[in-house]
């Protein structure tokens, strides 16, 4: 596929490659997660471009964001924690059930149609997106986090869901943190660290996953995971999410709510409008 397409095209290829590596990074550090949410939409329009059929596009699109999630969210989440604002004995809790939950994922994952990732990723997204806009301070489930078996039970959905959607929990970990009374910022650096739990045993599940499809995927292709896109987007990711942390602690919690639940709207406005055959 690559080898068909003219020397211009490869190269704005690896420029979009590279300028999605910026806003994963900043938006790693901004709001605590891996950058799937923004990587996975962008892979998916770039992938079309060089011909990826669209029965495997969406899950080489997912893996790839795993892959690409790893160091970044590693980054981000050292950024935090010099700031002393993650939870760790929160993440500590979540740490079994969460990679658990990915490995359920990747499995269902491997049997799941394209239009059944669109899907999880689209309603996921917007309904979050609507929480942090319209949502109010009383909008709480408890005062704090549940007991041991229900804070597992959460990190078990986070892990399921984040790999069938290629993102590294940051949406699942800042709803269910601030609906049980945690602030913000903390939130979003304790998020951090789920990207990490969640990153390592999704990518690998995806590469096991996709390895009987190779003869569908574009070179260079490990499984479901695209080393091209990976290697082009890691290094500028990984550089800018310091970036995306110094302007996360300067935002007032309010800001740093509108932003992310604009942002994911439009996520998931993209992916309406592919289930709708629009786009």
């Not at 986070?158 to 970990?173: D, E, K, N, P």
């Not at 650096?189 to 990153?199: H, K, N, Q, R």
């Not at 970036?243 to 942002?263: D, M, N, Q, S, W």
Request: net charge positive; hydrophobic share 55%.
């Amino acid at each position: 596929m690559l080898a068909n397409l003219p020397i211009s095209e490869l190269i704005w290829l690896a420029v979009a490659l590279l300028a999605a590596g910026v806003i994963t990074g900043i938006l790693a550090g901004l709001f605590g997660v891996g950058g799937g949410a923004v990587m996975v939409p962008i892979l998916y329009e770039l992938f079309g471009v060089i011909g990826v059929p669209t029965e495997v596009r969406m899950h080489l699109c997912v893996g790839t964001s795993l892959a690409v999630i790893i160091p970044t969210s590693i980054r981000s989440m050292r950024g935090h924690m010099r700031r002393g604002a993650v939870d760790m004995a929160l993440l500590k809790t979540w740490a079994v059930p969460v990679v658990a939950g990915v490995i359920g994922g990747s499995f269902i994952a491997a049997f799941a149609g394209t239009r059944a990732l669109q899907t999880v990723f689209a309603i996921v997204a917007t309904l979050n997106g609507l929480k942090l806009l319209f949502g109010r301070e009383e909008w709480r489930v408890a005062d704090d986090m549940p007991g041991k078996v229900g804070t597992s039970l959460y990190g078990l959905g986070i892990g399921v869901l984040s790999a069938l959607m290629g993102i590294g929990g940051g949406i699942f970990g800042n709803m269910i943190m601030t609906m049980h009374n945690r602030p913000i910022h903390q939130a979003v650096a304790t998020s951090s660290g789920l990207g990490v739990l969640i990153s390592i045993p999704g990518a690998l599940g995806y590469i096991v996953a996709g390895w009987p499809k190779l003869d569908l995927l574009p070179p260079l292709s490990l499984g479901y995971v695209s080393l091209i896109g990976a290697l082009l987007i890691i290094p500028t990711s990984v550089a800018l999410a310091p970036l995306g942390v110094r302007i996360a602690h300067g935002f007032t919690r309010r800001r740093l709510e509108v932003a992310f639940g604009c942002f994911l709207l439009l996520v998931g406005g993209r992916f309406i409008l592919a289930l709708a055959g629009l786009a």
